[in-house]
């Protein structure tokens, strides 16, 4: 804040809006992540042992209500077609937040080994 206010005189109305805005969202994308209260670790699953997979990765993001309840569980990412994301899914929906009043969207990645 201090680099800020020593530019206030030097600058119009328009240019402080912009940095509000910057700040406004350079402060969203730093938050913390979510509190996590419960934590259920995915399955490896059959499918991946059968195909001889051993390991692998799932990006998802979860959408979590105000009072700290997965809600829904999208995959951005996986690194093996398809083989770990409804292990993913499932153990995801499960996890529960610390409550923040409002609703939010967390992303993470989860990573398998046999």
């Known amino acids: 804040m201090s680099l800020i206010t020593s530019f206030l005189p030097k600058m119009s109305r328009s240019g402080l809006g912009l940095i509000g805005a910057v700040l406004i969202a350079a402060s969203a994308i730093a938050a913390p992540p979510p509190k996590v209260l419960k934590k259920v670790p995915p399955e490896f699953p059959a499918a991946a042992v059968k195909k001889g997979v051993t390991s692998g990765t799932v990006k998802a993001q979860l959408a979590i209500a105000a009072d700290g309840k997965v809600t829904e569980v999208t995959i951005l990412e996986t690194s093996s077609p398809k083989l770990f994301d409804r292990a993913v899914i499932e153990a995801l929906m499960e996890w529960r937040f610390e409550g923040s009043g409002e609703k939010?969207?967390?992303?993470?990645?989860?990573?398998?080994?046999?």
Do not use: Q
Not at 105 to 113: R, W
């Open 104 to 114: 939010r969207t967390h992303e993470m990645t989860l990573v398998f080994n046999e």
